[in-house]
């Protein structure tokens, strides 16, 4: 179980009421939330530096029409199933197609396996996006 | 249908050396195959800049035991149905699970649905990635 | 003048354990003084969002034996000349200098001046990093 | 001396159409000149993830009255004097002063001496660019 810790920090006034006007429109509830998130958001890059394992998506937009870049997908995907966790494709309209990769391990391989994904002919576009397996962190 | 187009590049040999390393390493085909790439990461960024519809995912990471979380995070995308396209859970571990949502919208409506998911209590990473619709690139 | 305001932040101990590690690393003083530079980073990228004036350098490396490379950076400077407050020359070696350009002003007129730059032929690398005119942030 | 190399690339039509006019906009000559940027920019991040050396640009934002706060940064700097090439100071307002820091050395430690200085207490936002010492590349 996570115990909650309660401390004082001081801040400029002139910090303080801008931040309150940035959080509102962000929709966070307090300012604990907020530097929670802020908390949060400096952790995760460090963890990626460390190298530690993280977790993901790798988002992939490509015409499925041409059917032998989707077998390569298939096959660099098999070649990483281990990374994998599952995927999710998404018809945008009658040539494109979103296909989104949920994806867990060292940030190094996780980046070759997107590397891997985007170099593929046809690909139009890829993206990677490295969060955190939430472990170690509340 | 699109057209092929050859054209002819210059580029000095101490640029094209370490380039044709790199493209290797990526697993490019060919030069072509990375010089496309770069060119659509490269239009792709501007489109976010022109405002012009993109496709994206927003990932986030929480313990699925706070059950009013949950709740709040459907409430916020049945508000922005609209541009939600479908959702991929996945169980991270006992505890944790990674949401990832498949987006299409303006790159600022995307950027504040993403903003509103983050802000809820109990989130413990997010991040949004842009892509695009495919639309207007080969 | 700006006053000090002190207020309760309550979070996790799982999340402050790694939190106070790296604060230690980055050299922070104290808890405080670290939520202060991510409230100022969050803020600072809020401007840009915003559109308000903002400071900055631009970097450029380039080869100095072009003579022709050297009068359009000079003659695009002088056509921005009112965001432009002053420039480093450093000699990195032989041929290559490092040219570093103070500037202010508007996020977009700031971006335009860079692209331009980063456009002359002979330019081999260009940096951009915008961050504040210190205005509204203690 | 370096050697111009001319080789062929092949593009679809609805990639070229767009880029060819985002490279006017951008203020480019011509297509070899925008492709040539773009290698750049990908050689130049490759030789940060390879941890070979680097020059770039720290800014720090900070009002000048602090004393405790001048002398430490000029502590820091001498303890890394190895690794800073000049210092440009500029006078944003009658409060708040840019300093730009030319560095040279690993990206590594280039980073280490980035987080020291952003971490000085009355420090309002600091920001690290990295570019490249133009060896290596023409």
Known sequence: MSKLIRFGVSLEDELLVPFDRLLKVKGYENRSEAIRALIREYL??????????????????????????????????????????????????????????????KPRDVEELSDRLKAVKGIKHGTLSLSSTGKEMV
Chains 1, 2, 3, 4 share one sequence.
């Open 44 to 105: 995760v890059k460090r963890q990626w530096v460390e190298g530690r394992e993280t977790a993901g998506a790798i988002t992939l937009v490509y015409d499925h029409h041409r059917r032998e870049l989707v077998r390569k997908l298939t096959d660099i995907q098999h070649d990483f199933h281990h990374m994998i966790i599952s995927t999710q494709h998404i018809h945008l309209d009658h040539d494109n197609c979103l296909e989104i990769i949920a994806v867990r391990g």
